[in-house]
């Protein structure tokens, strides 16, 4: 299994960016999809999940903001973020979960920055 995340990059205050993460070599569409983020020295947080119904969950940090897709054809799941903030800084993970047969993958982080 592979998630090849995408996307990262500088942004100032205010700005938008579009995260993408590729799967290869998994059953893509009955995995709930998600973004997650680390800040330094912190936990892995939750910023957004997509179910296999597309149901959607989000941080409240991000919501309004952050909107999570997903294309089951293209093996895809994006994260577009709007009205960046500086507190966005952080490195963000693709993520794939399963509950029955477990599963959890994680994709290799991306950087985003918001500049202020």
């Known amino acids: 299994v592979q998630l090849q995340a995408s996307g990262g990059g500088l942004v100032q205050t205010g700005g938008s960016l579009r995260l993408s993460c590729a799967g290869s070599?998994?059953?893509?569409?009955?995995?709930?999809m998600g973004w997650y983020r680390q800040f330094p020295g912190k936990q892995r947080e939750l910023v957004a999940t997509?179910?296999?119904?597309?149901?959607?969950n989000y941080a409240d940090s991000v919501k309004g903001r952050f909107t999570i897709s997903r294309d089951n054809a293209e093996r895809m799941v994006s994260l577009q973020m709007n009205n960046l903030k500086p507190e966005d800084t952080a490195v963000y993970y693709c993520?794939?979960?399963?509950?029955?047969?477990?599963?959890?993958?994680w994709g290799q982080g991306t950087q985003v920055t918001v500049s202020s």
């Open positions: 993520n794939a979960n399963l509950q029955y047969p477990p599963a959890n993958y």
């Open positions: 070599r998994i059953t893509f569409r009955v995995y709930t």
């Open positions: 997509i179910s296999n119904t597309d149901s959607t």
